[in-house]
């Protein structure tokens, strides 16, 4: 069975909808390393169309430019990209599909044997969809130190709370925080009184 896996870079007040402006000034050394690791050995890359007309409008000019980030632009442009639309325009990249049903397409992905790895890169709406059907392994999140105060937020509202576990973390040099979570159940317990026990005396 696949890994489904979530990366987004997300601000202290949970807006994740990027933006240069707050981005950009705390990427350094130790988060391109973990954006590496998110990209590596991925099988099939999903993205929203909002999403995939972005990567579209720069990574395959990047890779032609053959400048730094030349390499990493020549991957996802190789790699299987799944876009979840239900228009028919023409998508101008290499080894790119489309799908309808992003729901149905990611889950018989995540039951493919040949299939180890899916990455979902940004694409808020295609999360809640796969989280909302029991689809998302992994929440990666890189938490910039930073209210951005306006723009789209990672969760809505909802009637109903969403529990995670914290499966593995870590800061880099400039504040921000890389935590991984995975869906899960509240912890037992939950009273005051359970509370109080562990509360110290002053």
């Known amino acids: 069975m696949a890994t489904v896996i979530s990366t987004l870079f997300i601000s202290l007040d949970g807006i994740a909808e990027v933006s240069e402006d707050w981005h950009f000034p ?3 050394e130790q ?8 990209y590596e050995d991925v099988d099939v890359l999903v993205l929203g169309r909002v999403t995939y007309d ?6 395959p000019d990047r890779e032609a430019a053959g400048e730094d980030d030349a390499q990493f632009a020549r991957q996802l442009g190789d790699v299987r990209k799944v876009v979840a639309t239900r228009g028919d325009q023409e998508l101008g ?8 049903d992003v729901v149905g397409t990611v889950r018989a992905l995540r ?17 809640r969809q796969l989280l909302d059907a029991g689809l998302l ?18 969760f809505t509202d909802a009637p109903t709370i969403r529990p995670f576990a914290l499966l ?11 935590a991984i979570y995975a869906p899960a159940d509240l912890p037992d317990g939950g009273s005051y009184e359970e509370a109080a026990e562990h509360l110290t005396q002053a």
């Open 26 to 28: 705390y990427f350094d």
């Open 31 to 38: 988060m391109g390393a973990a954006v590496t690791e998110d």
């Open 54 to 59: 972005s990567f579209a409008g720069a990574w």
């Open 93 to 100: 990249w290499r080894n790119v599909e489309r799908t309808a």
């Open 111 to 127: 039951d493919d044997p040949a299939v180890g790895k899916v990455l979902l890169a940004g694409s808020l709406s295609v999360v």
């Open 137 to 154: 392994d992994e929440l990666r999140l890189l938490v910039h130190p930073v209210a951005v105060r306006r723009g789209e937020r990672l």
């Open 168 to 178: 593995r973390h870590e800061a880099t040099p400039r504040g921000v925080l890389r």
